[in-house]
């Protein structure tokens, strides 16, 4: 644990909105799940509004921000990968066939092994990080800190430890 963080005094409202900054990730997944960048701008903006928070506040907003920008590059390949096969195979919509009912076998041919691979990797990825960013804000809320590998090393440097609080003097 980030012994910083541990030796100030921390309000009880702090862990919720510490825990607020991982649930906006939660909460853009159902408006943005087709597209890659919505969690990721959702927790930026979520940081943005809490820049004069205390320290631990801003902390575990900006720890938020770059788990989501880990997955940005990932979602992004798929997201781009998928737009161009089928486009490249001309086979957005599903085929009608002369029994008038529609077959979706041209769809299916555009994939290949890679594509289902990576894919597979996506949902994976996806669904780990999901359940990650759930358990650390319900931790969060409950008063521990919780440090993601790596990532919090990288929040360590990028959070600044001024007081900014402008409430609490």
Not at 100 to 113: C, M, Q, S, V, Y
């Amino acid at each position: 644990m980030n012994n910083t963080i541990q030796q100030q005094a921390i309000h009880p409202n702090e862990y919720e909105q510490a825990s607020n900054g991982y649930l906006m990730a939660i909460v853009a997944v159902i408006g943005g799940l087709p597209l890659p960048i919505i969690n990721l701008i959702a927790s930026f903006g979520y940081y943005l509004a809490k820049r004069k928070a205390s320290y631990f506040v801003r902390w575990h907003a900006i720890q938020a921000v770059l788990a989501q920008l880990i997955l940005v590059p990932f979602n992004s390949l798929a997201w781009a990968w998928t737009l161009g096969t089928f486009i490249k195979s001309g086979r957005f919509l599903l085929e009608h066939s002369h029994d008038g009912r529609d077959h979706i076998w041209p769809l299916l041919e555009a994939l290949t092994t890679p594509y289902i691979i990576y894919m597979s990797f996506i949902i994976l990825f996806n669904t780990f990080e999901f359940f990650a960013v759930m358990y650390t804000g319900a931790r969060v809320r409950k008063g521990h800190n919780v440090r993601w590998f790596l990532i919090a090393n990288i929040t360590d440097r990028l959070c600044s430890k001024e007081k900014r609080d402008i409430y609490n003097i």
